[in-house]
T-cell receptor, first 113, second 112 residues
């Protein structure tokens, strides 16, 4: 079985500041990792994914994440946030069987002017 | 492709009534998931299908909930009878193996 922990339920940050949203997972097998974003009253949209290869993954809207196997982490970063980045962010993991996705509890990013 | 399509977008019903939520997955996707999202419990997986067969329904809260997938292009989630505590946003998602899941816009259910 696998699980995902997002350590921060809310992250307030000022506009143009850098941000890191933390994600740790537990799994006994190799995994695929994902970050999703949910804007108010919308569904979840994929930001980026790690399937294999380079551990630094770049996604949409200037976000990137780094897979760290020894730390079992997949933290999301952005060097300079905008007001429009205010949303809820979900980390997810699936095992190499590639079927179901397990989601973390979500982190609400609040960007202040 | 138009993406995952859910209907209705909003549903308001009275306690005790039957509610049916509908989902059309992306063509060619062989996995389909139903999730429920609430403020208290976050995003919960209710059930998922592979090739129209239910694989894991351990997240279905109780017997009042049932899900079907009669063919590759359609799935329903039914609640009978509905209760106020079922009020939530219900998401459908579909995927191919080894890829990310694509989500619908959700159905906001309010049971009064």
């Amino acid at each position: 079985a696998q699980s995902v922990t997002q350590l921060d339920s809310q992250v307030p940050v000022f506009e143009e500041a850098p941000v890191e949203l933390r994600c740790n997972y537990s799994s006994s097998v190799s995994v695929y990792l994902f970050w999703y974003v949910q804007y108010p009253n919308q569904g979840l949209q994929l930001l980026l994914k790690y399937l294999s290869g380079s551990t630094l993954v770049k996604g949409i809207n200037g976000f990137e994440a780094e897979f760290n196997k020894s730390q079992t982490s997949f933290h999301l970063r952005k060097p300079s946030v905008h007001i429009s980045d205010t949303a809820e962010y979900f980390c997810a993991v699936s095992d190499h069987a590639g079927n179901m996705l397990t989601f973390g509890g979500g982190t609400r990013l609040m960007v202040k002017p | 492709d138009a993406g995952v399509i859910q209907s209705p977008r909003h549903e308001v019903t009275e306690m005790g009534q039957e509610v049916t939520l509908r989902c059309k997955p992306i063509s060619g996707h062989d996995y389909l998931f139903w999730y429920r999202q609430t403020m208290m419990r976050g995003l919960e997986l209710l059930i998922y299908f592979n090739n129209n067969v239910p694989i894991d329904d351990s997240g279905m809260p109780e017997d009042r909930f049932s899900a079907k997938m009669p063919n590759a292009s359609f799935s329903t989630l039914k609640i009978q009878p509905s209760e106020p505590r079922d009020s939530a946003v219900y998401f459908c998602a579909s995927k191919e193996r080894y890829t990310e899941a694509f989500f619908g816009q959700g159905t906001r259910l309010t049971v009064v």
